[in-house]
């Protein structure tokens, strides 16, 4: 209110002025009556509370991180990532070989390495995967550049990680034994780099291919009883997406002998450790039978692994390992 008087009393002032003066130049009126109208309206509107429902709502952070174009070229042999788009963050977790945790502006996301797969807690070899991630990413920045899908089912994001330097983490995962090549469509503009890294691999026998190699042995040396994957009659590459067509992809084994085996209890695993167990079953001489990946009632022909996560057989290569109900290794195919 003060103010208001003392704005008011300095108008009259140069109102009389101008009225009783000639000396002084003239003065645009209106415009002194407009400041001072909006200098008053300031001060009554600045000592009025604002209603809590009239106030602005604070800002809230995005589901997914900004992205912004790559300042550099990104130039990956076998990729091909179109106008790639990047987000920088800091690794602050390593949950196991394919999977971190990055904080994005403040926030904490949970990124899963595209285009491959790592042993998840609890499988064969994933102490040795995580830590391998572990010594490549944690604590540093890395760039994670999208392929076509955002996010997975379990909402994390997906993508490529790399380096400062440069380094392609989910190829090096592959290219070093810690982790296979996997393809999930849509996301695969990498699949032909990340194959040949697993290709690379699996001919020096390093990580996980190191055991492939160092038990190549034929299993009549092992036992008196033989059991073969018959290749010719197997289908490892399920046409298609493999992870929508998992009653397509199948191993197939023959009894070549005169005598039925019973291959109650006996396993069959991937190069990577995936494991199945055959339940009551038995193979006559002469005959094959079809381990299926996916789901489906047993016959004398056709078994089912019933695998509710992705497939078993990668299609760049694999090995499958027959072990009877002491763990000898009866069989070993390799492609």
Same mark, same amino acid.
């Given at each position: 209110?003060?103010?208001?008087?003392?704005?008011?009393?300095?108008?009259l002032?140069?109102?009389?002025a101008?009225?009783t003066?000639?000396?002084?130049?003239?003065?645009? +009126?209106? &415009?002194v009556? @407009?400041?001072t109208?909006t200098?008053?309206?300031?001060?009554?509107?600045?000592? !009025?509370?604002?209603?809590a429902?009239?106030? #602005?709502?604070?800002?809230?952070?995005?589901?997914?991180?900004?992205? %912004?174009?790559? #300042?550099?070229?990104?130039?990956?042999?076998?990729?091909s990532?179109?106008?790639?788009?990047f987000? %920088? $963050?800091?690794?602050?977790? =390593?949950?196991?070989?394919? !999977? +971190?945790?990055?904080?994005?502006?403040?926030e904490t996301?949970?990124?899963?390495?595209?285009g491959?797969?790592?042993?998840?807690?609890?499988?064969?070899?994933?102490?040795?995967?995580r830590?391998k991630?572990a010594?490549?990413?944690? $604590?540093?920045?890395?760039?994670?550049?999208?392929? =076509?899908?955002p996010?997975?089912?379990?909402e &994390?994001?997906? &993508?490529?990680v790399?380096?400062?330097?440069?380094?392609?983490?989910?190829?090096?995962? =592959?290219?070093?034994g810690?982790?296979?090549?996997?393809?999930y469509?849509?996301?695969?503009?990498?699949?032909? /780099?990340? *194959?040949q890294? /697993?290709?690379?691999?699996? /001919?020096?026998?390093?990580?996980?291919?190191? &055991?492939a190699l160092a038990?190549? !042995?034929?299993?009549?040396?092992l036992?008196?009883v033989?059991?073969? =994957?018959?290749?010719?009659?197997? %289908?490892?590459?399920? #046409?298609?997406?493999?992870?929508?067509?998992k *009653?397509?992809?199948?191993?197939?084994?023959? *009894?070549?002998?005169? /005598?039925?085996v019973?291959l109650?209890?006996?396993? +069959?695993?991937d190069?990577?450790?995936?494991?199945?167990?055959?339940?009551?079953?038995?193979?006559?001489?002469?005959?094959?039978?079809?381990l299926?990946?996916?789901?489906?009632?047993? !016959?004398? @022909?056709?078994?089912?692994?019933c695998?509710?996560?992705?497939?078993?057989?990668?299609?760049?290569?694999?090995?499958?390992h027959?072990?009877?109900?002491?763990?000898?290794?009866? @069989?070993?195919?390799c492609?």
């Amino acid at each position: 209110m003060m103010r208001f008087l003392i704005l008011i009393g300095g108008l009259l002032l140069l109102l009389l002025a101008c009225a009783t003066s000639t000396a002084v130049p003239t003065i645009d +009126i209106q &415009r002194v009556v @407009e400041l001072t109208v909006t200098a008053l309206s300031a001060t009554v509107n600045a000592a !009025t509370p604002v209603p809590a429902s009239a106030q #602005p709502s604070p800002e809230m952070p995005s589901p997914i991180p900004t992205t %912004q174009s790559a #300042p550099m070229i990104i130039n990956i042999p076998g990729c091909s990532l179109k106008n790639p788009q990047f987000e %920088q $963050g800091l690794v602050t977790k =390593v949950v196991d070989g394919d !999977t +971190i945790d990055v904080e994005i502006d403040g926030e904490t996301f949970a990124v899963r390495y595209i285009g491959m797969d790592a042993a998840e807690r609890g499988e064969p070899f994933w102490r040795e995967a995580r830590d391998k991630n572990a010594a490549l990413v944690e $604590g540093v920045m890395v760039a994670l550049i999208q392929d =076509v899908s955002p996010r997975d089912s379990f909402e &994390r994001l997906l &993508r490529y990680v790399f380096l400062a330097d440069g380094t392609f983490v989910n190829e090096e995962m =592959v290219r070093t034994g810690y982790a296979r090549a996997m393809a999930y469509p849509p996301d695969t503009a990498c699949e032909d /780099q990340l *194959n040949q890294a /697993q290709q690379d691999a699996q /001919q020096r026998g390093v990580g996980i291919w190191a &055991r492939a190699l160092a038990t190549n !042995t034929p299993s009549t040396a092992l036992s008196g009883v033989t059991i073969l =994957v018959e290749p010719s009659c197997s %289908q490892f590459n399920a #046409p298609g997406d493999d992870n929508n067509n998992k *009653n397509e992809e199948y191993v197939c084994l023959k *009894n070549p002998g005169n /005598q039925a085996v019973d291959l109650t209890a006996w396993t +069959i695993e991937d190069g990577y450790g995936w494991t199945y167990t055959f339940q009551h079953f038995s193979l006559d001489p002469g005959d094959l039978v079809l381990l299926h990946t996916g789901c489906g009632t047993d !016959t004398a @022909e056709d078994l089912f692994w019933c695998r509710t996560e992705t497939a078993i057989w990668n299609n760049g290569g694999d090995c499958v390992h027959l072990k009877d109900t002491q763990g000898e290794l009866i @069989e070993e195919f390799c492609y």
